[in-house]
């Protein structure tokens, strides 16, 4: 089965501190792995999108990276903001099927 | 970039009435959109894949009478919640492929549905 998981399920960090965020995926065949930031009552909003053959991928302060072999990525967000504050959630598509594995979220809360 | 409009933001409605939300691509067509719903702090789930001019391909215990889905042309697909009852209340979110768009798949901003 399919599945998607993210540790921390929820951080408080102080506004300006960096975090970093983990994704372990069990999804087979891999596509490719994508970070969305959604803010509370909206939509999911793309960070990145990373392919096989790629371990790394920035949008600004969110770093992401991917490790195909061991099945695991992370987004770092540098710098963080109050704006940062959000839900963080894995996304993760296999290259045989549409349909996209979610993991559960990771709850960001970015104080001043 | 690839948009994709969700309206209403938010609707009110008693037990009992429809309800219709719209998932519009504004800037590419999209052949095949995807209506989930979110509970809180819990993670999307598939509720249905609609295929322009076709009938939606449902996901195992989503009711297709309850949540009827058209998608009458390439950058429209509606989900229409019919006979609403409270435990219907939820966050339903579309989304739109767009397979030009590297490997795009791109969200609505949501409709958070409250049925009293």
């Known amino acids: 089965k399919n599945q998607v998981e993210q540790s921390p399920q929820s951080l408080i960090i102080l506004e300006g501190k960096n975090c970093t965020l983990q994704c372990n995926y069990t999804v087979s065949p891999f596509s490719n792995l994508r970070w969305y930031k959604q803010d509370t009552g909206r939509g999911p909003v793309s960070l990145t999108i990373?392919?096989?053959?790629?371990n790394t991928k920035s949008n600004g302060r969110y770093t992401a990276t991917l490790d195909a072999d061991t099945k695991q990525s992370s987004l770092h967000i540098t710098a963080s903001q109050l704006s940062d504050s959000a839900s963080y959630i894995c996304?993760?598509?296999?290259?045989?099927?549409?349909?996209?594995?979610f993991g559960a979220g990771t709850t960001v809360t970015v104080r001043a | 970039g690839a948009v994709v409009s969700q309206h209403p933001s938010r609707v009110i409605c008693k037990s009992g009435t429809s309800v219709k939300i719209e998932c519009r691509s504004l800037d590419f067509q999209a052949t095949t959109m995807f209506w989930y719903r979110q509970f809180p702090k819990k993670s999307l789930m598939l509720m249905a894949t609609s295929n322009e001019g076709s009938k939606a391909t449902y996901e195992q215990g989503v009711e297709k009478d309850k949540f009827l889905i058209n998608h009458a042309s390439l950058t429209l697909s509606t989900l229409t919640v019919t006979s609403a009852h409270p435990e219907d209340s939820s966050f339903y979110i579309c989304?739109?492929?767009?397979?030009?768009?590297?490997?795009?798949?791109?969200f609505g901003s949501g409709t958070r549905l409250t049925v009293v």
């Open positions: 990373m392919t096989f053959s790629e």
């Open positions: 989304s739109a492929s767009n397979p030009g768009v590297n490997y795009g798949y791109t």
């Open positions: 996304v993760v598509s296999p290259s045989n099927d549409y349909k996209l594995s």
